[in-house]
């Protein structure tokens, strides 16, 4: 009984930990263990990209989840069109290559874009901070918000200048 009460709680801490990195770094650690078996032959190719787009597409927006939702839409229907004897292996395996190279680049040009805006936040500050500082500015510069509401026919309007 102890030993299934330690190995649940060990399962929800590794759950809640994965569940807290980035889309991106979550596709990494699920391909890192599933792209093996799907080059084995014990997971198809389609479901294999099917989880990859669904791993980014179900996470919060990072700079290039398009770029990666795209690339692994793309290699799902590859990798379909494959299964169902359309293509050849020769061509899905082609555009795989393609599509890991696509990848590179964008993971490349996202790594470029965060070293800029680190280098550029000033020490011991988040992107969450610097936003909610321009926000509260936002709201300053912008004055008091007048709101006023009516209802006509049972329904309630809201305006605001």
């Known amino acids: 009984?102890?030993?299934?009460?330690?190995?649940?709680?060990?399962?929800?801490?590794?759950?809640?930990?994965t569940a807290m990195l980035?889309?991106?770094?979550?596709?990494?650690?699920?391909a890192?263990?599933?792209?093996p078996q799907?080059?084995?032959?014990?997971?198809?190719?389609?479901?294999?990209?099917?989880?990859m787009y669904r791993t980014i597409a179900d996470g919060r927006?990072?700079?290039?989840s398009t770029d990666?939702?795209?690339?692994?839409g793309m290699m799902r229907t590859n990798a379909l069109a494959y299964e169902d004897g359309q293509i050849t292996?020769?061509?899905?395996?082609?555009?795989q290559r393609s599509a890991d190279e696509s990848y590179m680049s964008v993971a490349e040009r996202d790594l470029a874009t965060q070293a800029r805006l680190d280098a550029s936040r000033p020490r011991g500050k988040s992107a969450a901070d610097e936003y909610a500082e321009k926000a509260a500015a936002r709201a300053r510069e912008s004055g008091p918000i007048n709101c006023t509401s009516s209802t006509a026919a049972g329904m309630t309007s809201t305006h605001c200048d």
């Open 1 to 17: 009984m102890r030993r299934i009460i330690l190995a649940t709680t060990a399962a929800v801490l590794l759950s809640a930990c």
């Open 22 to 30: 980035p889309p991106r770094l979550q596709a990494q650690e699920f």
């Open 32 to 35: 890192q263990s599933a792209r």
């Open 38 to 51: 799907a080059e084995a032959g014990q997971m198809k190719w389609s479901d294999y990209y099917g989880a």
């Open 61 to 64: 927006p990072e700079a290039g």
């Open 68 to 72: 990666r939702m795209k690339i692994f």
């Open 89 to 95: 292996r020769e061509q899905f395996f082609g555009r």
